[in-house]
């Protein structure tokens, strides 16, 4: 895959004034009206909080319809809030990975619709076409219910190169502010005998590792626009044999490799439920902890 993109430092030291807010899920109204009354933004909506440092705990996606309009908030007031001294830290949690990597399970019947404006009609016609071609006349309509209006606008920009994609994966998994740690669930024995900034560097690039070897195989067409996240690796093995079998012929090593490598990748602890994102331990057994 990529190179993982370098981010920002990950512990800050003499902090007057910290905000944090969480789960948003898309509820984009109700958070500017949270900002506001939390003097965070002026009536404008505009950074008004000086050297705060505001807080995004993860879970801006899924769930609501305005995920892109909380986003573009955030983007926006990043600029002001750095322009001002203070700063806006948006933590990755499960629902920005599972956009990232297209676990789309929770993403808002309504939320596709937002990305419209990305999705290249000519495209969805072409797909549209190879997917009436191989299930019949009259599938149409199953694949616009598959591929509601925006879907692949939506994965388009949840792409690497995308831009809420590329600007998700700059983004920590966990900070330092003060004597505080900020994470949108909580750390596991997976993370024992880690640093933050090993934490984040490998957190990010278990995102880009799994991203770009599904890259390398919907291009060889082992992967395909709807395939069920989960089953994802065992598809793409079972199309390599398909394959294999319909030709003849040696095996592609340099595909057999991807297709492994794949599977290690999409197994990594980190994205799984004892990593930074989804462990509950704490949460639900606080005394001992």
Same mark, same amino acid.
């Given at each position: ?6 981010? !920002? ?19 984009y109204a109700e958070l500017a009206v949270l900002l506001r009354e939390a003097g965070i933004v002026d009536a404008q909506g505009h950074w008004a909080a000086g050297d705060t440092h505001l807080v995004s705990l993860g879970d801006l996606l899924d769930r609501g319809a305005d995920s892109r309009k909380v986003m573009d908030l955030l983007m926006r007031l990043q600029e002001e809030a750095s322009a001002s001294g203070g700063r806006v830290h948006v ?39 190879? %997917? ?19 879907? %692949?606008?939506?994965?388009?920009? $949840? ?22 740690? $900020?994470?949108?669930?909580? =750390?596991?024995?997976?993370?024992? !005998? ?17 991203? !770009? ?11 395909? =626009? ?6 994802? =690796? ?18 592609? =090593? ?7 490598? $794949?599977?290690?990748?999409? !197994? ?22």
């Amino acid at each position: 895959g990529a190179a993982p993109a370098r981010s !920002g430092p990950v512990q800050w030291k003499e902090i007057d004034r910290i905000v944090a807010f969480a789960d948003v899920h898309g509820a984009y109204a109700e958070l500017a009206v949270l900002l506001r009354e939390a003097g965070i933004v002026d009536a404008q909506g505009h950074w008004a909080a000086g050297d705060t440092h505001l807080v995004s705990l993860g879970d801006l996606l899924d769930r609501g319809a305005d995920s892109r309009k909380v986003m573009d908030l955030l983007m926006r007031l990043q600029e002001e809030a750095s322009a001002s001294g203070g700063r806006v830290h948006v933590l990755l949690g499960n629902h920005e990975a599972m956009n990232l990597l297209g676990d789309l399970r929770y993403v808002e019947a309504g939320e596709y619709a937002a990305y419209a404006d990305m999705e290249s009609t000519a495209e969805r016609a072409d797909l549209r076409r190879a %997917f009436e071609n191989a299930r019949g006349a009259g599938s149409g309509a199953a694949f616009d219910q598959k591929f509601p209006p925006g879907y %692949f606008g939506h994965r388009a920009a $949840f792409s690497a190169a995308g831009k809420y994609g590329r600007w998700l994966l700059e983004m920590p998994v966990a900070i330092l502010l003060n004597q505080t740690l $900020f994470m949108h669930a909580g =750390p596991s024995p997976v993370l024992r !005998g880690v640093n933050l900034e090993e934490l984040d560097l490998r957190y990010r690039t278990s995102l880009t590792d799994y991203l !770009g070897l599904a890259r390398q195989l919907e291009q060889a067409g082992l992967l395909q =626009p709807g395939d069920e996240y989960h089953e994802r =690796p065992q598809l793409a093995q079972e199309r390599l044999a398909a394959r294999l079998t319909a030709h003849g012929g040696a095996p592609d =090593p340099a595909l057999t490799d991807a297709v492994q490598r $794949f599977g290690v990748a999409a !197994g990594n602890a980190l994205l799984a439920e004892e990593g930074p994102n989804w462990y509950r331990g704490a949460a639900l057994c606080n005394e001992a902890a």
